[in-house]
């Protein structure tokens, strides 16, 4: 007879062996007894045999590694991030959508309450250019020439030249310097008839020195001085001196034109600082216009 041996002494082959003949034989006890009390159906001794092999294999297989993640799980995890990327990047959309809508709409809140500046305007379009008379007799009598206004606008213009002339300011022109054509003559305001006899007229709807805008200085050229008897030999880069109470301003000559009496555009306003110098011409035939354009030196 065998010595039987003691725990200590088996292998781990052994004892796991002998581990699983006592969970046969505690199976076999279990089925007798479920037997006995009709809980279940006879099984078969081969049947019962062949199972303790399944036993084993479970055994053996309790510790393999779990099943991996399958395809589909991965593809629905992408997806979902995918997602939230998505959710994410719209949220920074609707933010940046919003910040400009809010800048738009304190811009439009701004404009709104911003009072518009105002530029004045003459009350009364001029319909000929400044300065124009007969040409002087031999005694140096003139008068002004009538015959360059259109016929029906004559009563218009005749009624006008009696307003009566506002105060000047400080900072419109006192006096007018062209070193080139020594030229040094007071400025007065207003560029009708009488205001030319005085010496050189400044509008009464251009603006001021220095300002953006049109200055516009007009004088004769053969009676009262013939202080622009000469603009013809002006040449771009001449300078044209402008005083005020204040200051004085520098303009240089860009360019000459000669016009006819009804060219009124030469007076519009400008938006940067120009001078427009305005006379009859030519020398004692008076039938047209020249006009000399500058603009502010910097």
Known sequence: MARRKSPEDLSVEELRRLLIEKRRGARRERLEHFKRTGRVVAVEPDALESSAPVVETLEETSDQPPVPESKRRKVMDRVLLAVEVLAVVGLVGVLISGFGVLRDLNEEVASAFAQEELTPTPLVMAVVLPSG??????????????????EHLRPMVQSLENLPIPTPAPDQAIRLQIPALGVDAPVVLGDGWEQLKKGVGQNLASADPGENGNVILSAHNDVYGELFRYLDKLVPGDQIVIYTQQRQYVYVVDRTAIVEPTAVEVMASTGSPTVTLISCYPYLVNDERIVVFGRLQN
């Open 133 to 150: 008379h007969t040409p002087p007799d031999a005694q140096g009598n003139t008068r002004p020439n009538v015959e360059e206004i259109p």
